[in-house]
């Protein structure tokens, strides 16, 4: 019995993680808009030093800083105007700090967005679907 733990024991540790945690926030301001603010919070406003990016496919990744280290991050803008929500999907990975580090980055981002640019515009009303004959 004791073998088995060991051996079960032993694969957990050494098989990778299957999933990594991963915040996402959706977003009613443009694509411009959320990416420009997203590039300012990191490296302007925390400091953060960019190590790559690329707007066109919409993608950052930044070097988290705490108590003197780094820790890779990335944030990924999605456009999913076709989904529902917002037009644009953020998703802010740090995979070696806590969740709650990407839900407050994700919060600062939405406060300054709305502090840049004001409230988003409401989605649009969706077409209503006419009225049915029924039969009276």
């Known amino acids: 019995m004791r073998v088995w733990a060991a051996i079960l024991m032993t694969f957990a540790l050494l098989s990778p993680a299957t999933s990594q945690a991963k915040k996402t926030a959706d977003f009613r301001h443009s694509y411009d808009e959320v990416w420009g603010a997203a590039i ?22 930044f070097d988290y800083r705490d108590d003197g280290r780094t820790y890779p991050g990335s944030v990924e803008l999605v456009r999913i105007e076709d989904q529902g929500g917002g037009p644009i999907r953020a998703v802010i990975q740090i995979p070696a700090m806590p969740s709650y580090i990407e839900r407050m980055l994700l919060d600062k ?16 009303k969706k077409p209503s679907e006419p009225p049915t004959d029924s039969g009276y």
């Open 109 to 124: 981002l939405r406060k300054k967005l709305i502090d840049e640019y004001g409230e988003p515009a409401p989605p649009p």
């Open 40 to 61: 300012r919070l990191i490296r302007v406003d925390k400091g953060y030093a960019i190590k790559d990016r690329d707007q066109a496919v919409g993608y950052f990744l």
